[in-house]
Every structure is written in structure tokens, then in C-alpha cells.
């Protein structure tokens, strides 16, 4: 049985440290030809210590610090976005510390040094690691009625070698079990969540015993049981699942962040929504922006605006539809302008009315909320939250996740929901945005196409 460990990850730390202090060193000396003045280097000693706290932090939101590595391309985007987001704090202080004695150059040059010495370490690092140790190999267990053809269920983070259908905690069950694992040296055990709870515990002890990893697909139930408080029923342990969707005091400053964020990036934004708007004229005629009905919090309407991205009678004949990749009612411009999320500005007025936030599930149409709803009766549940502009299911899902998938992630964030999680999710969002910068539309609509989800992304579930 293989035995793996995850990746150490703690040299990782003082390495990144160590790379934006060298690089700015490096940039200093090289702009100033190894002689650079007291008070540029005064400058840069007083700005590196801002740079590497903002440098780790970073890479701790983008996940580039988890036991288990990320694929090669996700850590090679989130270094890139890391780069150019510490360039801009390093630029803000120099030039709040004595108005930029910290030249631009070395600013410039210290983010080429810094981009390709953390691809350097970090990809021998992740190479050598996988060659040796590669994925964790999982046997994924399910009871007998799933279908024939389950899901595929790998990871970037695993990989399910085989697929055991169990419907009881037997001996012979667990002898069964445990000559798979033997057989094909499987690392740990992933648990549907189809599996009753019974079986899922019984499961959930064999791998304990067994020194075996364990995954377990959570339900609702599973997710809710994450923030749970123990209590006492005379000599019984319950716990306490009573929660809502934030404290009087988290919601208060939810919405003064989200009121002064909204504010500045609606101001920020006015240029690139100008240029949106007459890229769309320009190439597809009036009317340039559009407003679409939506399902907010507590089940009630409003109007968000955006810009338009589709031709003006697409749905003219057939009504309110689902979105494919390649969708031919989709315009040459309004093809980039989903992609970079651009078309989504104009909600920031929303947020600032106070209809949306900056974090929170995805509104829906009602027509496509009700079509849902009715297919998965809990999704109704992501009506407690405040919709946003982005969320934790776009992020760590995606615009094709499932319905009941999704609403999972929704969960989560109203269990855990905080100032920090919106940050995260946030610089996540801007991550993932800039990170497409470099992708061609055709290709990005190319691999919504190949994604495993079943779902598709209507023009307004976005």
C-alpha cells in the first residue's frame, strides 16, 4: 500500500521571503550599476518589509501554500497575479514613502526577478515531488443504486482508481474493501455522498483503523454540522445546528465594506465600462446596456443592469434559455466581454443600492431560479444571502458547477461568512479574471465545453 506524504510546503515560506528580498536587491544594484545612492536604498529597506507580508499573504489566499500542491498552471497563475498585485502595493509605498525613491525600474525589474525565481524553486520543487510521489490514489465507495456511469470524481488534489458499490458494513463488505485497497495500493477512501449515514461512519472507521486517507463528499447536513456547538441534554451530547446567514453586527459592516468598495470600483470602472460600451456599439449597434429581472434575498425582485453581450433579439422567439459555449447569439465582442467578466460593471450600482453585494451567491432569473428550484428543492436555501457580484461557488466551482453543487458552496460561505472570507474571495475573483487575460475566447469557450458539469450558464446566471 502506498503510503504518501503530503508535500512540505514549510520551506516554502522563508523561500518566498528570501526571493523578494533578493530580487529587489538584485534590481537596486543593477539599476544603479552596484553604486545606488543612501536614500534609494534607505527607500527599498523601508518598502521590502510591505511587500514580503503582502507577498505571503497573497500566496496564502491563492492556496499556494496547501499540503497538497496545486496543478502546475493554477500555481503558475497565481504567481503571476501575486507578481502584479505586490508591484502595485510596492508602487503605492514608495510613493506614500517619500514619493517613489524607490525607483519604478527596480520595481519593474525586482517583478521579473521575483516572478522567475518562484517559478524556478517552485516548479523543480512540484516536478520532482509528483514524479516521485504523484496523485494520492483513492478507491471512491457508493451504494449499489448510483448509476452505472457515475461522475467522474478525480481531482487535481486525487485520483479514484476504482469504484466499489457497498450497501452494508458486513465482514464480507469490509474484507471486500480492504483487499481492493491491497490490490490496487490505494492511498485512502472517497465516500459518496450517497452513502447512508450508517455506512458513511462505518466506512469513515475502517479507514481511521486502517491508517488510511479519507475524503467524504459532504451533504448539506455534513456542511451545516462544520459550525456546529456542542451542548448537553442532561447526561446527552447534541450539538447545536441553529445558525443564520450572519450576525446584526457581520451584516452592518458587510454593507459598509460593500458601500465603500462599491463606491470606489464603480469610479475606477468608468473608463473600461466606456470603452466596453463603444466596443458593443461599434460592433453590434444600440442599445449597449440591458436590464434583466432577478431573484435577491428573501425571494424578492429587482432589475440588474449589464452590458450587453448578445444579439438584441436572442430571445426574441424562443424566450428565457440557457447559454452554450460557441453560442451563436453571442457577439464577437460580447464574447470577450464575458470572459473577462466586464459585462458585470454596471452591477455595481446594484451593490451600492444595497440589492447586491460584493460576495454572495449568483442571482438567478426567476424563470431559471423556479425551473431549479423545482430540481433541487434546497436551492431556495441560497435566498437567505444577499446575491454578489461574485462568490465562493464561483471561485472555488465555476459558472457550470450543478445547482446542488453550487449551493454547497453557498452554504459553506453563509456558515463562515466574514470581512477576511470576502477578501479572499475577492483577490480569488481578480486572480481568476487577470489569469484569462492571456486566453483566447474560442479556447476558454472550448473548455466550458469539455467540463465534466452537466449544467450550462445561461446569459444571466452569471
Known amino acids: 500500500m502506498n503510503r504518501r506524504r503530503a508535500m512540505p510546503i514549510g520551506w516554502l515560506v522563508p523561500a518566498d521571503a528570501a526571493a523578494v528580498v533578493l530580487s529587489y536587491g538584485a534590481a537596486l544594484y543593477m539599476r544603479f550599476l552596484g553604486a545606488p545612492p543612501a536614500y534609494n536604498l534607505m527607500a527599498v529597506e523601508r518598502t521590502v518589509p510591505v511587500v514580503v507580508v503582502c507577498c505571503l499573504l497573497l500566496a496564502q489566499i491563492y492556496g499556494l501554500y496547501e499540503r497538497r500542491p496545486m496543478t502546475w498552471p493554477e500555481q503558475v497563475q497565481s504567481i503571476f497575479v501575486l507578481i502584479l498585485i505586490d508591484g502595485v502595493v510596492a508602487t503605492s509605498a514608495a510613493f506614500i514613502d517619500r514619493a517613489f525613491a524607490v525607483p519604478r525600474s527596480v520595481i519593474a525589474l525586482s517583478a521579473v526577478f521575483d516572478l522567475l525565481m518562484m517559478y524556478a ?84 472507521l475502517f479507514a481511521v483503523e486502517a491508517g488510511l486517507e479519507l475524503f467524504i463528499v459532504p451533504r448539506l447536513l455534513d456542511l451545516m454540522v462544520l459550525q456546529s456547538r456542542p451542548s448537553m441534554f442532561g447526561d446527552r451530547l447534541v450539538i447545536n445546528l441553529t445558525g443564520a446567514a450572519g450576525a446584526g453586527y457581520q451584516r452592518a459592516l458587510k454593507r459598509f465594506i460593500d458601500v465603500c468598495l462599491s463606491a470606489l470600483f464603480l469610479v475606477l470602472a468608468l473608463p473600461v465600462m466606456g470603452v466596453s460600451a463603444l466596443a458593443v456599439l461599434l460592433d453590434d449597434g444600440p442599445p449597449v446596456l440591458y436590464r434583466q429581472e432577478r431573484v435577491g434575498r428573501d425571494g424578492r425582485r429587482f432589475l440588474v443592469t449589464k452590458i450587453r453581450t448578445m444579439r438584441r433579439d436572442a430571445e426574441a422567439e424562443t424566450g428565457p434559455v440557457k447559454a452554450v459555449p460557441h453560442d451563436p447569439r453571442m457577439t464577437r465582442v460580447g464574447r470577450r466581454l464575458r470572459q473577462l467578466h466586464l459585462d458585470e460593471l ?89 489569469g484569462s487575460l492571456g486566453e483566447r475566447p474560442d479556447k476558454a469557450a472550448a473548455a466550458t465545453a469539455a467540463t465534466r458539469m452537466t449544467g450550462r450558464r445561461s446569459e444571466d446566471s452569471r
Open 121 to 204: 524553486y517552485r516548479g523543480i520543487a512540484y516536478r520532482s515531488w509528483t514524479a516521485r510521489h504523484g496523485l494520492p490514489d483513492l478507491v471512491l465507495v457508493q451504494p449499489s443504486g448510483t448509476p452505472s456511469d457515475p461522475e467522474p470524481m478525480d481531482g487535481m488534489s486525487f485520483h479514484v482508481v476504482t469504484c466499489l458499490r457497498l450497501d452494508d458494513a458486513s465482514a464480507t463488505s469490509r474484507r471486500v474493501l480492504a483487499d481492493t485497497v491491497r490490490e490496487t495500493r490505494a492511498d485512502g477512501l472517497l465516500l459518496s455522498q450517497d452513502l447512508p449515514g450508517a455506512l458513511k461512519e462505518a466506512f469513515a
Open 346 to 434: 454596471p452591477q455595481l450600482w446594484n451593490v451600492l443600492r444595497g440589492e447586491m453585494s460584493l460576495v454572495g451567491p449568483r442571482p438567478e432569473r426567476p424563470e431559471l431560479h423556479d425551473e431549479v428550484v423545482a430540481a433541487a428543492p434546497h436551492f431556495a436555501q441560497r435566498l437567505r444571502l444577499l446575491p454578489g457580484l461574485t462568490g465562493l461557488a464561483q471561485v472555488q466551482g465555476g459558472y457550470d458547477t450543478r445547482p446542488h453543487e453550487k449551493l454547497k458552496f453557498d452554504m459553506l460561505y453563509s456558515l463562515r461568512a466574514s470581512a477576511a472570507l470576502d477578501a479572499q474571495i475577492i483577490l480569488r475573483t481578480v486572480r481568476n479574471v487577470l
